[in-house]
C-alpha cells in the first residue's frame, strides 16, 4: 500500500503533485481557520505521514494517535511538535531547504506596509467605499510620503538588509541601531546611519521598524515609555514577532493619536501553544480592529507564490525520500537516525 499523506493546510499544487507521486494525499481544505488539535489528532489516526505548518500544534496526543505514524514533515524551521514524543517514536521531522529563505518576501511586505502608511491607503481606501471622495477635499486623506524621510530600523540582519535598498529607492534615510556596528565602509555602501541608542533612533524617526529576533532582550522592548518618544505624526511596523512590543500600550497609543498609526503582521497572541501567557483570545483583538490609523496583515509574510512553492516542494521532496527508503537532506532531528 501506499503511504496516506494528511496536509493541515492548502498548499501549492506543485508541492502536492510531488507528494502524489509517493503516497495518496488528502489535505485540510479550509484556508481561513487553523486546523485544531482535535482534528489533527482525527486525521493523524489514518494517515502515515503528516504535513504541516509553522504554526501547528503537533502535541503528544497527535503523535500518539496513530502507532504507525511513519514521519513528519513541516513547513517552517522552528515547528510547533512535541520532539520527546517524536525522538521516542523514533520519527523523522523533514525540514524544507534553509536557503529558501522568508526573508525577501518579507521584507516586501515590509515595504508595502510603509508605503500603504505613508500614503494612508487603507484609510483611503475606507473613505472612497464609503462614498466620501471629493476632488476638493483630497486634503482629508493626505500622506506623509517618503522622500526625505527617515525609516528606523530595529536590528539589521538578514530582512533589514533587504529592506535598505528599497528604502533607498524611495529617497528615505536609513538610521538603525544593533549591538554591533557594521564597519564604517559598509556603511557608507549601503548609505545607512548607525546610532548606539535606541531612544535616539525613535526619536528621529518617521517610521520605526522592528527588524530584530525576538529574545528575553527584545520582550516588550516597545512599550509605553518607547511609544511615547515616538513623533506624533510617526509610524510603527512591526513584520517581526508580536510580542517584542507591549500590544495594549500600542493600541492605547493608536486610540489616542499619540502616534499616526501602525502596520502588524504579528500579534501577541500568536501563535496557541502550551504557553503561560497565552490567551484564549483571538490572535488580533478587537480594538485594533476597530481602529482606522492601522494596518492588519495575518502574519503573511511567506504568502507568495513563488515562496510558499518552492519551501513546500523541497519540505515534500524530503518526505518522498523518507519513503523511499533514503535519508532526507534536512531533518529536526536527524539523532534519531544515529546507531541504525
Known amino acids: 500500500m501506499r503511504p496516506r499523506v494528511f496536509v493541515v493546510q492548502p498548499i501549492p499544487e506543485v508541492a502536492l503533485d510531488v507528494l502524489r507521486q509517493a503516497a495518496d494525499v488528502s489535505d485540510y481544505p479550509y484556508m481561513d481557520r487553523q486546523i485544531s488539535v482535535d482534528e489533527l489528532v482525527a486525521n493523524a489516526k489514518r494517515s502515515d505521514w503528516l504535513f504541516v505548518m509553522h504554526e501547528t500544534n503537533v502535541t503528544a496526543a497527535v503523535i500518539n494517535a496513530n502507532a504507525d505514524l511513519q514521519g513528519i514533515g513541516a513547513l517552517g524551521s522552528t515547528p510547533h511538535i512535541d520532539m520527546q514524543a517524536a525522538n521516542a517514536r523514533r520519527i523523522p521531522i523533514v525540514l524544507g531547504d534553509p536557503a529558501i529563505s522568508v526573508a525577501r518576501s518579507t521584507a516586501d511586505l515590509t515595504m508595502a506596509m510603509l508605503l500603504g502608511l505613508a500614503h494612508r491607503l487603507a484609510e483611503s481606501d475606507r473613505y472612497t467605499r464609503c462614498g466620501k471622495f471629493r476632488q476638493e477635499q483630497s486634503m482629508a486623506m493626505i500622506g506623509m510620503g517618503c522622500p ?72 516588550k522592548l516597545i512599550g509605553r515609555r518607547e511609544l511615547d518618544l515616538m513623533k506624533p505624526d510617526a509610524y510603527l511596523i512591526n513584520t517581526a514577532r508580536g510580542r517584542i512590543v507591549d500590544e495594549p ?20 497572541n500568536e501563535p496557541y501553544r502550551d504557553d503561560p501567557e497565552a490567551s484564549p483570545d483571538p490572535w488580533v483583538p478587537e480594538a485594533l480592529c476597530k481602529l482606522d490609523n492601522v494596518i492588519l496583515a495575518p502574519h503573511n509574510g511567506d504568502a507568495t507564490w513563488d515562496f510558499r512553492a518552492r519551501k513546500a516542494t523541497s519540505v515534500a521532496q524530503g518526505m518522498a525520500a523518507v519513503m523511499r527508503g533514503e535519508r532526507p537532506a534536512l531533518l529536526l532531528n536527524p539523532e534519531i537516525y544515529q546507531g541504525s
Open 148 to 219: 526625505e524621510r527617515t525609516v528606523g530600523l530595529i536590528g539589521l540582519g538578514r530582512l533589514a538588509l533587504l529592506m535598505v535598498p528599497r528604502i533607498r529607492a524611495f529617497e528615505m534615510r536609513v538610521l538603525y541601531t544593533k549591538r554591533t556596528r557594521l564597519a564604517r565602509d559598509q556603511e557608507q555602501a549601503l548609505g545607512v546611519e548607525w546610532t548606539p541608542r535606541l531612544d535616539d533612533l525613535i526619536q528621529r524617526s518617521d517610521f520605526v521598524c522592528i527588524a530584530c529576533d525576538y529574545n528575553s532582550a527584545t520582550h
Open 249 to 268: 500600550e500600542l493600541i492605547r497609543a493608536l486610540q489616542q493619536r499619540r502616534i499616526a498609526g501602525a502596520a502588524l503582521d504579528v500579534y501577541w
